[in-house]
């Protein structure tokens, strides 16, 4: 089953909400210390990218998810609780972070993938390990959601379909993203 973050708009007010218009009927608003966001419940969790731009080869174009099939078992069991050592923005995500993993993995074998709205087309993510409760934060945010399934390593960030079917600016583009070595490799 393929899971399929669609991109949401949201406007927020952090002393008080004046308006809230939110398409994402999934998405549950979290308080804590004075701040409202919005999280949505699929889980993810990532490392920080590495600068350099590894090539990575594919056998289709574009790449499937088929072509990127994990190589073991599903993770079955409990969750890890978040290890908040294990990145330095992992504190300050700790709500959307904690509500994320309750539905277990969703990416990559044992992966949950988190998604936090970060403004007007924009939508920031998180991996989190479902074995050891490490989180990993990509040097980059979506503009209009993710696709990405439990049996595969693929990501696509800003799925063609989402643009094709939402008005964007002409500047965002589909990327793809293999998660390999506890990073996200770019496809090209």
Known sequence: ????????????FTATILSSSC???????????????????????????????????HPTNPPTFDDY?????PFTGKHSPIDFDSHPDAYTFRDALNYGIQYGPNFGQHYTIVTWGCGTICEAFAIVDAYTGAVY??????????????????????PPET???TTVPPDVETQYFIWKNKQL????
């Open 163 to 165: 643009i094709q079917s």
């Open 23 to 57: 398409s994402q009927s999934s998405a549950t608003i979290a308080q804590h210390n004075g701040y409202t966001e919005i999280v949505n419940p699929i889980t993810t969790a990532n490392t920080r990218l590495k600068d350099n731009n590894v090539k990575v080869d």
């Open 1 to 12: 089953m393929m899971n399929r973050i669609p991109f949401f708009s949201c406007f927020l």
């Open 137 to 158: 934060f990509p040097n980059f945010s979506s503009s209009v959601g993710l696709d990405f399934r439990l049996d595969s390593n693929l990501l696509i960030v800003n």
């Open 185 to 188: 490799l770019p496809i090209e």
């Open 69 to 73: 099939p994990v190589d073991t078992v």
